[in-house]
C-alpha cells in the first residue's frame, strides 16, 4: 500500500533540514571552511538555501499530517495528537511516526 522506504526519507527530511541550516549558519563552521578550505561566503544565498529548506521540512510535515488525518486505524483524539505534535515537533515525531505506523513489518506484504 505504501512504500515504507520513501516514507523514511521524508522522515529524515526535517532533520536533515534542520541540521543544513545549523551548518550553514553556524559561525565557526564557515569560518573554518574560510580559513582552512578557502570556501568563499554563501554571498546572500544562504538565507535563499535556509527558506528553501524550512519550506521542505513543512511541506513534509504537512505530508506526514494529512498521513495521520487518513488513517482510519487511529481514533480521533490520537489523530488530533499525532497532528499537533508533528507540528510542534516534527523532528521527533515525523521519524516516530513512520517507526510506529508507516515501517514495514516482517510479516507484511
Given at each position: 500500500m505504501r512504500?515504507?522506504?520513501t516514507w523514511a526519507i521524508l522522515a529524515a527530511t526535517p532533520a536533515v533540514a534542520w541540521f543544513a541550516q545549523w551548518l550553514a549558519f553556524n559561525p565557526r563552521v564557515s569560518s573554518v571552511m574560510r580559513l582552512?578550505?578557502?570556501?568563499?561566503h554563501?554571498?546572500?544565498?544562504?538565507?535563499t538555501i535556509a527558506i528553501t529548506l524550512a519550506l521542505l521540512a513543512l511541506a513534509t510535515l504537512l505530508t506526514f499530517a494529512t498521513a495521520v488525518i487518513q488513517n482510519q486505524g487511529l481514533p480521533?483524539?490520537?489523530r488530533f495528537i499525532w497532528v499537533l505534535l508533528l507540528?510542534?515537533?516534527g523532528?521527533?515525531?515525523?521519524?516516530l511516526y513512520w517507526a510506529i505506523y508507516l515501517r514495514k513489518r516482517p510479516g507484511d506484504a
Open positions: 512504500d515504507s522506504t582552512r578550505y578557502h570556501v568563499r554563501w554571498d546572500g544565498a544562504s538565507h480521533p483524539g490520537r507540528l510542534v515537533a523532528i521527533v515525531t515525523a521519524p
